[in-house]
C-alpha cells in the first residue's frame, strides 16, 4: 500500500495532504519514501498498523485525563484557569535516556521541557534507584525546569518489577518563596534573592508523602494553603495517568505498547525530516532584542543560525548577548523551546513528542542569555522565552516564506501579586495570583492575528477576572482593545490589549512581566509594525471615573512610567525616545506597592502585519473601522482606504486614488507604524466613537 | 581538572558574546561527506546534554556522547552526582525487591 502524507496521518481533506503546499524536494526525498506501509510497520516494529495506531491514540488519551484531573483540582490559579502546564508520558530507552511520547499541554513550552528534565531526572538519581510509587520533584532552572516557580513531579511506572514508562506533570505555584511574591524578582543578580530552588527529592515514596519534602516547600513559601492544594492536585494527577497506563499496558501488553511508542516516536521523526529535506540547504540567520534586564538599561540581542544539511538542522545562538546582571537570563529552557518554531512551522499538523527532537541539535554557548551560568538569577526569564519562540518563527519563515508569521507581542504580558488580604471574612490570609491578559499574535499568509491571547509560545488563557477579584483584592477595572495599535498588513496583527488593575484594599506587591516597549515588532512580506508596550498611573476623576474611550486615556489622567514618548511628552512608538520622561528606565517593575484605590494601565505590544496593508480587503478595513479598531484617519493613511465618514462605507473611487498615492509616496519602504495619534491631551480632546462619528455626521444623536 | 564547586558558581563571561568551543578532531574523515573537519562541542539534542562529534561540513553526527565531568556540560551538576544512594532515596525499590 502507497502511503502519502496525508493517508499516513489520516489528515486529508478533499483529497489533498494538509502539508501539499509545500513542494517536496525531488533531490532530496521523495513524497512517499520517508513513510512505511502496514506492511512494512509490522515488519519493523512487531506490531499490526492499526494497534500501533490505537495504542499512539491511548497514550495521548491517557495525557489527557491527567490534564483534565490537575486543571479541575488545582488550587493555583494559573494552572486551572490559565493551563499553565503540561502533563507527559516518558518511555525509557535500553540506554536509559528517556523520550516523550505522548503530551497534552496547556503551555506550550512543558511539551519541549519535559523531555529534557525527565532524562537530567533519570541521569542524576539513577534508574535502578526508583521504586514503585516513588515521585521525585524538581523546580531547578540548570536540571531543565522552565523556572522555579514551575514544581515538576517525575513518576516511574513498573511492569513486571522494571520501571518501563514515566509520568510527569508540574504546576506553576503562585509563590516559591523569597523577597518577592510570585518569585519574579527582577531586581535580583543572583539565584539566591529568587526563591526556593529545589534539587530531585522523593515527594513520595511506597505512595507515601514524604513529610521532609512537602515541609520544605510549605514552609519556605507564603501561600502553603494554595501550594499544599496543588501538590496533592499533581499526586492525583500522577495517580490517573498511573491507573490509565497500567490499563493500557495490561490491555495491550507491554512488549505491544513498547513497540507502539517506538513506532510512535519514529513516525514523528520521519515527518520531520521530510518537512527540513523539504527546506533548501544552507544558512539562516535572525535577531531579536530584549528590552533590558530590568536592572541596567542595556537591551539584549538574542540571535541564532539555523543551518538545514539534508533532513538535519542545527541551530546555533552564537551571537546572542551574554547574561545580563538581571534576571532576564534563561539555564537550560532556551535550547527546546528553540524547537517551537520549526515545530509550529515545518510540521504543525502531528502531535508532540520526542521523535521530531531527533532532528535538531542545539548549540547554546555557555554564559550567553541563553545559557546563563549558576548562580544567577532568571526569574524573568518568561520575556526571554517570548523573544526566543519569535527568533524561531523567523529563522522558519525564511525556510518557507508561505508559512512565515509575523511577529507577536512578544511579551508575558502578567502581572505576579500577593499581600494580606484584610477584606472582610478573609481573616488576614495571604494571598498570591498571577493576572495574564494576552497580546496580539502577529498576521500570517491567511489570516488576521488574534487579541487577548497569551503570547504564542505559551499557548495558555488568559485569567479569569471573576476569579482573581474573589480570590484576592484586585479590581480589574477594564480592558480594551486598543484602537490602532495592531501591526498593518494584508493580514494585520492582534491589538494590543490594555488593562486597567486597581488595589482595593490594603497595600499589594506587584511585578509586571512585560517587554517590547523599546522596538516595535516586526513584520513579514510588506506587513508593518505594531505599538510597542508601555506602563503607566492613572489619576482619577473625583468622582473616580477614568475618561477612556477604545484604550485612549487622555495625558492629564496619566503618569508615565516607563514606555517610549517624544519631546511633546506623547506616547510615540515611532520617533518617542525609550523612558523619555519616565518614572522608571524599565517597563519590568518589581516589588511595586499598589496601594488601596491606586490604578495602573498597563499596554502590551502588539504583534506586526503580514504584507502589503495597500492590499488589504477594503471591507474588512470597513469593518475594523465600524467596530472601533481601526480609525478613519489610519484607514486612509496606513491602508489607503476611504471610507464615508457619515455612512462609513468604503469610497471605491478615492481608495484607488488614495492607494495609488500612498504607494507612490511610499515608494517601497515599509508602512508606517500603527499607532493612535494625536494622543489626547485633556478629555476634551478624547475622541469620538465611529457609531457616533457617523451618527453626528448624519445629523443624528450620538449614543453613549 | 575544574573544581567540582566551578559548577555551582561560574563568573559572568568577560566577553560581550560568548561562543562555543568547537574542538577539532584530528585523524577522523566524515563517513558521509568524506569531509576532514571534525569537530567535537556541547548540544542539547534530544535526551539533553550531549557531546557531539560532527563533520562541519554537512553536519553529520559521527557520535553523540553523554558528556563526562572534563566536559562541563550541562553548566550545574551537584557533587553527589556520582554519590551512593542512601538507604531513605532506595527504601521503595529495595521494599519491593524483597517483597518479590
Known sequence: ?704 | MRSWVERYSQPRPSSEQPTVDRVKVEGLTCEKCGGDDIRRYPVAAVHGPRMATKCQDCLHTLSLERPKDEDFWPLFRPVTWDWEPSLAERASRDLNSRES
Open chain 1, 1 to 704: 500500500m502507497g502511503t502519502s502524507r496525508g493517508e499516513t496521518d489520516g489528515v486529508e481533506s478533499d483529497g489533498i495532504a494538509v502539508n501539499d503546499a509545500i513542494e517536496p524536494r525531488s533531490d532530496v526525498v521523495s513524497e512517499n519514501s520517508n513513510f512505511l506501509t502496514a506492511k512494512e510497520v509490522e515488519e519493523e516494529y512487531g506490531i499490526d498498523l492499526i494497534t500501533a495506531e490505537t495504542i499512539r491514540a491511548g497514550l495521548i488519551e491517557v495525557t489527557r485525563h491527567m490534564f483534565r484531573t490537575l486543571k479541575e483540582s488545582a488550587f493555583s490559579n494559573p494552572v486551572r484557569e490559565m493551563t499553565d502546564f503540561g502533563v507527559c508520558v516518558h518511555m525509557v530507552n535500553e540506554d536509559n535516556s528517556t523520550e516523550l511520547i505522548s503530551v497534552t499541554e496547556g503551555c506550550t513550552h512543558f511539551a519541549f521541557t519535559h523531555p529534557h528534565m525527565m532524562n537530567f531526572m533519570v541521569d542524576e538519581w539513577g534508574i535502578d534507584n526508583f521504586g514503585p510509587g516513588d515521585t521525585i520533584v524538581c523546580n531547578d532552572p540548570w536540571r531543565g525546569s522552565i523556572h522555579m516557580p514551575d514544581v515538576n513531579l517525575f513518576r516511574p511506572v513498573f511492569w513486571e518489577g522494571k520501571p518501563i514508562l514515566f509520568l510527569s506533570d508540574a504546576s506553576h505555584l503562585v509563590d516559591i518563596g523569597g523577597p518577592v511574591p510570585g518569585g519574579f524578582n527582577t531586581s535580583a543578580t543572583e539565584v539566591f534573592a529568587e526563591g526556593l530552588r529545589i534539587p530531585p527529592m522523593l515527594i513520595t515514596s511506597n505512595d507515601k508523602p514524604v513529610r521532609s519534602t512537602i515541609n520544605l516547600i510549605l514552609e519556605n513559601t507564603r501561600t502553603p494553603q494554595h501550594n499544599l492544594g496543588d501538590l496533592r492536585a499533581l499526586f492525583g494527577t500522577m495517580k490517573v495517568g498511573e491507573a490509565r497506563l497500567l490499563r493500557l499496558l495490561e490491555r495491550y501488553g507491554a512488549d505491544a505498547v513498547i513497540a507502539a511508542s517506538r513506532y510512535l516516536l519514529d513516525l514523528s521523526e520521519r515527518r520531520m525530516r521530510a518537512a527540513i529535506s523539504r527546506v533548501p540547504d544552507g544558512k539562516y540567520e535572525a535577531e531579536e532584542w530584549v528590552d533590558d534586564d530590568g536592572l541596567t538599561e542595556d537591551p539584549i540581542r538574542v540571535a541564532a543560525t539555523a543551518t538545514v544539511s539534508g533532513d538535519h538542522m542545527e541551530i546555533d545562538y552564537t551571537g546572542t548577548d551574554r547574561q545580563p546582571l538581571g534576571s532576564i537570563g534563561s539555564c537550560w529552557e532556551e535550547t527546546n523551546r528553540m524547537l517551537v518554531g520549526p515545530k509550529v512551522v515545518l510540521d504543525p499538523e502531528h502531535p508532540m513528542n520526542s521523535g521530531m527532537m531527533r532532528c535538531f541539535h542545539v548549540v547554546a554557548p555557555a554564559g550567553s542569555v541563553v545559557m546563563a551560568a549558576p548562580p544567577t538569577s532568571n526569574c524573568q526569564h518568561a520575556d526571554l522565552a517570548a523573544k526566543v519562540a519569535d527568533l524561531g518563527l523567523r529563522l522558519c519563515g525564511q525556510m518557507v516564506p508561505e508559512r512565515a508569521v509575523a511577529a507577536d507581542g512578544a511579551t508575558t504580558f502578567a502581572m505576579p501579586l500577593g499581600g494580606i488580604d484584610d477584606r472582610p471574612g478573609r481573616g488576614g490570609q495571604p494571598y498570591g495570583g498571577i493576572i495574564c491578559q494576552g497580546v496580539g499574535w502577529g498576521g500570517t499568509a491567511n489570516g488576521d492575528g488574534i487579541s487577548f491571547c497569551c503570547s504564542p509560545i505559551y499557548g495558555i488563557s488568559s485569567s479569569t477576572v471573576e476569579l482573581m477579584e474573589r480570590d484576592t483584592p484586585l479590581m480589574i477595572r477594564g480592558t480594551d482593545l486598543q484602537i490602532d495599535s495592531a501591526g498593518a498588513g494584508k493580514f494585520r496583527s492582534g491589538f494590543a490589549n490594555s488593562a486597567l488593575f486597581e488595589c482595593t484594599d490594603g497595600e499589594m506587591i506587584v511585578t509586571t512581566l512585560i517587554d517590547s516597549g523599546r522596538k516595535t515588532r516586526w513584520g513579514v512580506a510588506g506587513g508593518g509594525e505594531g505599538a510597542t508596550a508601555y506602563v503607566y498611573r492613572v489619576k482619577k476623576d473625583p468622582d473616580g471615573r477614568i475618561p477612556r474611550v477604545n484604550g485612549i486615556i487622555p495625558l492629564s489622567h496619566l503618569t508615565p512610567l516607563s514606555g517610549c514618548f517624544n519631546d511633546d511628552g506623547l506616547p510615540d512608538p515611532e520617533h518617542g525616545i525609550w523612558s523619555n520622561g519616565t518614572e522608571f528606565h524599565t517597563n519590568k517593575l518589581t516589588n511595586y506597592v499598589l496601594k488601596e484605590g491606586e490604578t495602573l494601565l498597563l499596554v502590551p505590544a502588539a504583534g506586526g502585519g503580514y504584507g502589503e496593508p495597500l492590499e488589504r480587503d477594503p471591507e474588512l478595513v470597513r469593518q475594523d473601522v465600524w467596530n472601533e479598531k481601526v480609525s478613519l484617519r489610519a484607514a486612509e493613511e496606513i491602508y489607503g482606504v476611504v471610507l464615508d465618514a457619515n455612512t462609513l462605507e468604503v469610497q471605491m473611487r478615492e481608495t484607488g486614488e488614495q492607494r495609488e498615492k500612498l504607494a507612490s509616496d511610499r515608494g517601497g519602504d515599509a508602512p508606517p507604524v500603527s499607532w493612535f495619534a494625536p494622543w489626547p491631551r485633556t478629555a476634551d480632546e478624547m475622541p469620538l466613537r465611529a457609531s457616533e462619528a457617523a451618527a453626528v455626521g448624519a445629523g443624528k444623536e450620538g449614543s453613549e
